[in-house]
């Protein structure tokens, strides 16, 4: 019984303390900073509500690993789930003073705390993070706040697809619930009872603003993110690197993957951005590959795309290299077109210009090279074999939110043209299954565009010297578990 009653005491001394994320995490002032510059764009006399992300069911009684939602940690730091941020444009009057900014966090329980780790209490995350007017979820069934008053109520649509947890009545499910109560929404698909004819339908709901609003604030980077960000983008280039030095025709796709998801972890990078790709021969021919499951390369290409998650900032990285060293005729003839393309790409992105320039003057370079090698029969003939664009920005998303006008200073967007010509294409079996992309991640400055990626070889002739290097995982050997 001692036992038990000091684990429990000290489970919630944990809780209840600060915790340190490392000197190299956003700080408590940066996220602070963020939610005054979201509140300085918003409406006069409005409110901006920000819900954690759901949890998300891998299977039976098993979650998948939680994320949070990249707005909310942009506006909080806070990495928990079952949480709710209001942000009000001016300053909210009530019985204990004024504040402009409520939070919601969850409770944590012994067996909770026991299971999956200690979680911030409300001290700790007045502490941790810089939050004055901080409760629990479950308080939030009491808020007297009259939403009504409100000329625009702004948050992002529900996709209706958090779950119910019984146990739990402040979960997620919970507070969303009682803040749909709470502002009188109601969608298409809502029917309010005959019983209910006291309800009033709010007008003042605006579900189109925040992503505007969080468009503007985070397609620029500041100083703390572009740190986070260039640690991400060069060690996503550096297991470029080490697969160059590794690979070979008997290597599998799954084994590929791995080699550069165990070089992100070796740099510390906690998760990988987005499901990585690799894609040899014809499965490179698929954009968005993620089986991975072919078990020998041969003397295909190899093409991969794959970026680590550091500090909650993912880099895009791709590189697309033969498996046995050395680009064949048919290899080299697309992948340097593809670069040529990629490198008119880059040199547009200064301040000021368009962004949609550099990929029309990828597929115009793109055009006019597969219309002298033949595989289409004029500049204009309309193909699919460059069907996507080429610059998105990157941060906390892989595909970070812009407005996609103009190039502007500590903007950082990738640039990957591509070439993917599958089986069984209207032009000469010898480009059948050739699927090139090159993709680096560009950080627009005063001086230029500058290469973050630039640690991994890009020209067909680098990436062969590179791969002549010798490799770590040479000598790394398993034991046969087939015999």
């Known amino acids: 019984m001692y036992t038990k009653k000091l684990l429990i005491s000290l489970l919630l001394l944990m809780t209840t303390a600060s915790f340190s994320q490392g000197k190299d995490f956003l700080s408590k002032e940066f996220h602070k900073e963020r939610r005054e510059a979201l509140r300085s764009k918003m409406p006069k006399n409005s409110v901006a509500v920000f819900f954690a992300n759901a949890i998300r069911n891998r299977a039976n009684d098993v979650d998948y690993v939680y994320h949070q939602d990249p707005n909310f940690y ?18 909210q009057q009530s019985a204990k003073g004024s504040y402009n900014e409520l939070f919601y966090v969850q409770k944590s329980t012994a067996r909770g705390d026991l299971y999956n780790g200690p979680i911030l209490s409300v001290e700790g995350v007045q502490k941790s993070l ?3 007017d901080v409760f629990y979820g479950k308080d939030f069934a009491n808020i007297s706040i009259d939403f009504s008053k409100f000329d625009k109520v702004i948050f992002k649509d529900f996709d209706n ?119 040899a021969g014809n499965n490179g021919c698929i954009l968005h590959y993620i089986e991975n499951n072919k078990l020998t390369l041969n003397n295909d290409l190899v093409l991969m795309d794959l970026g680590a998650e550091y500090r909650g900032y993912t880099a895009d990285v791709t590189r697309t290299i033969p498996a046995n060293g050395k680009f064949s005729k048919e290899q080299k003839l697309i992948y340097d077109l593809v670069y040529e393309a990629q490198e008119a790409g880059i040199a547009q ?28 029969k004029s500049v204009d003939e309309k193909h699919m074999y460059f069907p996507h664009g080429t610059s998105h920005h990157i941060g906390l998303d892989v595909h970070d939110p812009g407005n996609y006008t103009t190039f502007a200073e500590n903007m950082v967007l990738t640039m990957e043209p591509g070439i993917y010509i599958p089986e069984g294409s209207e032009c000469d079996k010898k480009w059948w299954g ?37 490799s770590i995982f040479e000598t790394y050997v398993l034991p046969d578990l087939d015999k």
């Open 349 to 376: 992105y200064v301040i000021g210009g368009e962004i949609s320039t550099p990929g029309q003057t990828a597929k115009k370079i793109i055009n006019e090279g597969l219309y002298k090698l033949g595989i289409i």
């Open 161 to 279: 697809d958090v779950r119910d947890n019984k146990k739990d009545e402040a979960d997620l499910y919970d507070l969303i619930q009682t803040f749909k109560t709470k502002i009188s929404y109601q969608t298409s698909t809502d029917k309010i009872p005959a019983s209910d004819k006291n309800i009033k339908l709010a007008t003042n709901i605006d579900i189109n603003a925040v992503k505007g609003l969080m468009a503007t604030l985070r397609e620029v980077k500041t100083k703390e993110e572009l740190v986070l960000l260039k640690k991400a983008v060069r060690i996503s280039a550096m297991g470029q690197v080490e697969i160059m030095k590794a690979m070979h025709p008997k290597m599998s796709e799954t084994e590929v993957q791995g080699i550069h998801e165990f070089v992100y972890k070796k740099y510390g990078a906690e998760y990988e951005g987005y499901p990585s790709i690799v894609g």
């Open 130 to 132: 810089g939050f004055k």
């Open 434 to 470: 050739i699927g090139v992309r090159i993709e680096d991640d560009i950080l627009i400055t005063k001086n230029g565009p500058v290469n973050l990626s630039g640690d991994a070889p890009r020209k067909s002739e680098e990436i062969e010297k590179m791969m002549k290097q010798k």
């Open 74 to 91: 942009y506006l909080t730091g806070y990495k928990e789930q079952n949480s709710v941020l209001f942000i009000f444009s001016e300053d």
